[in-house]
């Protein structure tokens, strides 16, 4: 039929003459229920369990091995057939057992992201910002480097070329959990800014169900949702057509209502059926407010609704620092939900160099607008060691390269002995200062080079040679002038 569906015709989503080996989980004399596990099939590397939908009844039969979906699973005491699939509205949520807050955190790899504004397991984070920002490559590389089982990623109004580049590209990246595809654990739905604004609509509701499915087995699931705008945009048009009354800037009035219906849906939770299986909805959309402007609908009903901000900066983009997250304007609401758990996984300090951080990037805003006036020349010794250790913070630390091998993504374990070692070069310098040493012999110790070299350094071994040199400048403390 070509790249669409045409009118009065009809595709079906699944292949219903493919042959699966089916190992089945129930057997004759098990009551049925929504959500239990019929059975499962492996669909490559992953295990795909195969869920009751709206059968109820005694099981009288099970088929074992080869089977296909047009072929029953099993039978039923009032003659009913147990089918392979089952259909669901993706507009309606799909029913748990029991819900908790978040309280461990996703990694995602990005330095800014899992040390500064952590996103939690199960709970919700914006993207927003402005035309050329990153939005895309950023939640790809979340998509890449995540901790999860499975990725949806919803392609919501894209350019034709952005969605032909993730097609062609997901399949030859390799997933660095596995080793195998990407393109195995990962769920793409496409819609194109040239379909129908009904099928825009639609794309993220279908994308948010699918994860819901995934998460009813038991899976750890992100979703990314690329852009809400565009799907909050088809909303604004289907409203007006249907002759609604407009809201702010021609929006539904229910927009907020709709955006919290769908932040939502993700979660953790116990599902349905036997075993008490756990599974995460964890949903990372973007944000694309027109002109930048964060103050529009779209951004400020999604900020009410998520636990974090990330929000892009176009003078960080500009400067090729990805990911460009301002961390003046970012935020999360899980950072001391998820402390626990990297205190126990990586560090006790976690926390705490996480405020002495804060505070020197803070400390340098304040610096930055005195030099910008008087000059350098009139801040004091110390405080030109705050400019220097928060410029190796910003540039060394905060930044990553999306295309390097060993800094697109980083280690918890990585992330604190890169930062440990920063913070103790400036524990050196203010030692050194208040020994009487120049300022000038403090700014040209050589630690500050190989400081910046860490972050190109392998994973393997990093936390020796980091130790290694955490040890050398403890060393030059003690030695004095």
Not at 185 to 211: C, D, F, H, K
Not at 330 to 341: C, Q, R
Not at 444 to 467: H, I, N, S, T
Request: overall charge negative; glycine content about 10%; hydrophobic content about 40%.
């Amino acid at each position: 039929m070509g790249p669409f569906i045409r009118a009065w015709k009809e595709m079906y989503g699944l292949d219903y003459t493919k042959r699966w080996n089916f190992t089945p989980a129930i057997k004759p004399g098990d009551e049925l229920q929504f959500g239990k596990v019929i059975g499962q099939v492996q669909e490559g590397a992953f295990t795909h369990y195969i869920l009751c939908g709206s059968e109820r009844g005694k099981v009288v039969g099970v088929a074992s091995g080869s089977v296909s979906l047009d072929e029953p699973f099993g039978e039923l005491e009032s003659g009913l057939e147990i089918p392979g699939c089952h259909e669901w509205p993706v507009r309606m949520p799909r029913p748990y057992k029991k819900k908790f807050a978040p309280s461990t955190p996703l990694v995602t790899g990005q330095r800014i992201i899992d040390f500064l504004f952590p996103l939690a397991r199960g709970g919700a984070a914006i993207i927003p910002g402005g035309f050329g920002t990153g939005k895309t490559i950023f939640e790809q590389s979340v998509a890449k480097f995540a901790d999860v089982d499975i990725v949806v990623y919803v392609g919501c109004g894209e350019r034709g070329n952005e969605m032909t580049e993730v097609l062609t590209d997901f399949p030859e990246l390799e997933d660095p959990c596995t080793g195998r595809p990407l393109m195995e654990r990962t769920v793409l739905v496409v819609n194109t800014s040239n379909m129908p604004v009904a099928a825009r609509e639609a794309s993220v509701y279908t994308g948010i169900t699918i994860a819901e499915y995934y998460r009813d087995m038991g899976y750890r699931v992100a979703l990314m949702a690329d852009s809400i705008s565009r799907w909050a945009e088809a909303l604004r048009e289907i409203s007006s057509r249907l002759e609604e009354m407009p809201g702010e800037e021609g929006y539904p009035t229910y927009l907020a209502t709709r955006l919290a219906g769908f932040y939502e849906r993700g979660g953790r939770v116990v599902c349905l059926g036997d075993g008490g299986r756990e599974g995460t909805v964890t949903i990372v959309s973007a944000v694309s407010p027109p002109g930048g402007d964060f103050s529009e609908p779209v951004t400020q009903s999604s900020q009410r609704i998520a636990g974090v901000l990330w929000a892009l900066d176009p003078d960080l983009a500009h400067r090729r620092h990805f990911p460009a997250v301002d961390w003046r304007k970012s935020y999360s609401l899980y950072a001391g939900t998820v402390d626990e758990w990297f205190r126990d996984h990586v560090s006790a300090e976690w926390p705490a160099l996480r405020g002495e951080m804060m505070g020197l990037l803070q400390r340098e805003e304040e610096l930055q607008e005195i030099v910008q006036l008087v000059g350098i020349e009139s801040l004091q010794d110390q405080e030109r060691i705050v400019l220097l250790v928060s410029g190796m913070l910003r540039e060394d630390f905060l930044r990553q390269s999306a295309f390097s091998e060993n800094d697109a993504a980083s280690h918890p374990e990585k992330t604190y002995y890169m930062l440990k070692a920063i913070l103790s070069f400036h524990s050196l310098c203010r030692e050194l200062l208040g020994k009487g040493i120049p300022v000038e012999k403090v700014l040209a110790l050589p630690f500050r080079e190989e400081l910046g070299r860490m972050k190109e350094l392998p994973a393997e071994g990093f936390r020796e040679e980091a130790l290694a040199l955490i040890g050398r400048i403890e060393a030059e403390g003690r030695a004095g002038p």
